[in-house]
């Protein structure tokens, strides 16, 4: 069954263009405009993107004397008086039905450059505030998938007794704090292991997996995050587990 | 029992230097020089740190031609040919007894620009390479401490069953990925809750508190992490768990 037409948003953030991950994404791009998506990217290192939030990111301000970022972001969108950079990411995040973040793991997270993607573009007001987010999310209806390179092997993050534990909890920041926060539906992660290692056969195996997940995406069952309808207002579990 | 003296290096990111965050870092500065210790900070907003890892990082290359940024640090780590910036942060790194990252929580992380001095300064070959990690890490025998500020509520991080999980598993990527990692003992983190939404009495007894953290470094029990003792050299656990 083919799956309906997505708007697919690509935010890659990888400082070597020839890199395997590059070649990641240039799947990805190649592989979803075949299935008739429509896809734009966002590559960070080539935009010469600025990660430091900061308030020259608003163009007026609530408060001239006093930062309180989240707060001047709600301001400023409400405003229409965001930096255009700024303004631009945006744009293309709401359009998007599908949002890839393409990157090398760095200390278990993304690059800066990306993490500063995160921080300036989910803008409160836009993206959450009040009691709108996790399911009531201001990004509901819109799924998200980690793309990511790293050195290490899959039996380091097999589960809780790996040298670095399981996964969810590793990337619980990334896809629960963040991703799952602003509403999104959040796809299994693709972590491309030993990369650096690795010959070209097994970057193929990896490219012919990678391709397959993208034609899938609608049969990838998305991870399990709290559900709003679950807490109260003061954000206590409705129901508490019996011990 | 008085602590030995300790050098201490408080790494400090938040864009506003009236916040409630840089009060906490001056508290810092005053309890532990009076205490007797030797203080430097990074002030990364004052200082205008460029947080974004690139080939610029590097005088010296060992592949002009193609990027791979962890073996590039290894390169001109031993090449002494970092870039004047990393170089002097890294100095600071491995004079320090402590480290302290002070920041407001974004993403339930730190600010782009805190990630990109761990990205740019936790130099492969000097922090960490090969199996010198965990407990063997280059910085093994080092301390080191989360400080942040956030508008969550303690009841939100309270256990698995809140609204956002437990605060182990949040802040996995940063205490276990990043610092022990590299082999520091990590101290009980000290989350600053509620910050934007609270009075002067309320922040009052969370500055008190704090004081009380840094004047008891010596009875905080650092967190629990991997030892490389218990896996072979290819990482997996020696002993498996009985199901």
Known sequence: MPQSPLNVLIVHAHPEPKSFCAAMKDLAVETLTAAGHAVQV???YAMGWNPVASAADFQI???PDYLVYALEQRHAHAGNALAADIAGELDKLLWADLLILSFPLYWCSVPAILKGWIDRVLISGACYGGLRFYDRGG???KRALLSFTLGGQSHMFANEDAIHGDWEPMLRPLQRGTLAYVGFRVLPPFP???VPYIGDDARRKILDAYRLHLNNLDRLKPLRFPSMADFDRQLHPLTEVPA
Chains 1, 2 share one sequence.
């Open 139 to 141: 990004l509901a209806g």
């Open 61 to 63: 301000r609530n408060d």
């Open 192 to 194: 491309a292991y030993h």
């Open 42 to 44: 966002s590559d960070l």
